[in-house]
């Protein structure tokens, strides 16, 4: 049995020295607690040792989590590939949306937060890797997508997400989380109107340290905290 408690508050202590360590502030890093294929009941034990934020990435697995667990005592941010036809839902369900990575979709959540008087929070998902096959919109079309998005006037652009190519081999991912770093900068040296990148979503459970030191503020862990998943 994965000892939840144990594993979440070892991570926060971690970010904490690993802050200190580099000359951050810890507060200024938030553990989003990673809960995709994790039942209702692992999750709850985490919750009891003081998990703030859950992250999931599938609309019909969340929801259906969220209305049993609800919303009261945590927030939940939703960190997988969005659909447009699902962004009702994510609308509806979440305090952040960490993948937001065409006009298309920022349009329809704009849309729908609209629909229920809500300003939707969200982050752009970049696609750091360059490869074709991952989700984020290219670095290159990023300045321009933050502009577009800026003038939606039910979304509240926060920041970007995101990952690197590696899994837990944290010096390879590390030019990838500076890089992600520098797109933040090079965005708000723009000065968009209405644009102030504050949140950097990047590092999970094999590489967390090194994206703290490259300047993230949301690390994305769930495997160090729930154990395997199914
Ligand atoms: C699953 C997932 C995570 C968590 O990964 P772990 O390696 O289990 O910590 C983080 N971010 C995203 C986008 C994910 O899909």
Redesign the pocket.
């Known amino acids: 049995m994965t000892n939840v408690k144990e594993n979440y508050l070892e991570i926060k202590n971690e970010i904490k020295t690993i802050a200190k360590n580099c000359g951050r502030d810890p507060h200024d890093i938030l553990l989003v607690a ?1 809960s ?1 294929k994790h039942t209702c009941e692992i999750i709850n034990k985490g919750i009891e040792a003081g998990i703030e934020i859950l992250g999931e ?1 599938y609309i019909q697995e969340a929801t259906d989590k969220i209305e049993l667990i609800g919303n009261k005592t945590v927030s939940w941010h939703f ?2 590939h969005l659909q447009s036809n699902k962004a009702k839902y994510a609308v509806k369900y979440f305090d952040l949306i960490h993948s937001v990575d065409t006009i298309k979709l920022a349009r329809e959540i704009n849309k729908q937060a609209k629909k229920i008087n809500k300003i939707q929070n969200i982050l752009m998902q970049i696609n750091i890797s360059g490869e074709e096959s991952k989700s984020g919109a290219d670095e290159k079309d990023a300045i321009i997508l933050a502009e577009q998005i800026s003038r939606l006037p039910n979304i509240n652009l926060q920041g970007l997400m995101g ?1 690197p190519p590696f899994y837990n081999d944290p010096e390879k991912a590390r030019p990838y989380f500076s890089a992600l770093f520098n797109i933040k900068e090079a965005i708000n040296n723009e000065h968009i109107q209405g644009v102030n990148l504050l949140h950097l979503s990047m590092g ?3 590489d967390f340290q090194a994206a703290i030191e490259e300047g993230s503020t949301m690390v ?5 905290i729930f154990g395997p998943r199914q």
């Open positions: 990673v995709k990435n960190i997988g990952m999970m459970s094999g994305r862990v769930g495997t160090a």
